[in-house]
């Protein structure tokens, strides 16, 4: 099933979000500001751009491998989640774990997006739950 995502550029810097290559799942997100995040310290970063999700979806924003690998750039709140209903100006919050300052350039992609499907769900209260072969294994209980 092809969704549809409507894009408004807000900013005579923005660009439309895309994929680097057919198939991928993200799509590249590219900043419109200059901007240095120090070494150890994170940064709201402005896309210039906001969207119309389709119903029953988020977006979710993720760090982009290369600028993790390189520089030590990640996002802070990764996956930061983009409700359905947010119509604002999409930005990113950057954290720089490196050493050393790091500038964020004007048409830098700065981080990836996923568009995916949200699973609504009615929850229950109640006093019993099932019992599984992990039952309550906490942090490495399934193996090494």
């Known amino acids: 099933m092809?969704?549809?995502?409507?894009?408004?550029?807000?900013?005579?810097?923005?660009?439309?979000?895309?994929?680097?290559?057919?198939?991928?799942?993200?799509?590249?997100l590219f900043s419109i500001e200059e901007k240095i995040i120090k070494a150890g310290e994170s940064e709201l970063i402005r896309t210039g751009i906001q969207m119309e999700l389709p119903e029953g979806t988020e977006a979710q924003i993720r760090p982009r491998s290369g600028l993790a690998l390189k520089h030590s750039i990640t996002v802070l709140n990764s996956p930061g989640t983009i409700d359905e209903g947010y119509r604002g100006e999409i930005q990113v919050i950057l954290i720089n774990h490196g050493k050393e300052d790091f500038k964020v350039e004007k048409q830098m992609r700065i981080a990836q997006m996923v568009i995916t499907p949200v699973i609504q769900v009615k929850l229950e209260r109640t006093e019993v739950l099932s019992n599984t072969e992990r039952d309550k294994g906490g942090f490495g209980s399934s193996g090494e």
């Open 2 to 28: 092809e969704y549809k995502v409507k894009i408004k550029l807000i900013n005579n810097e923005a660009k439309l979000p895309y994929r680097a290559n057919e198939g991928d799942a993200g799509m590249d």
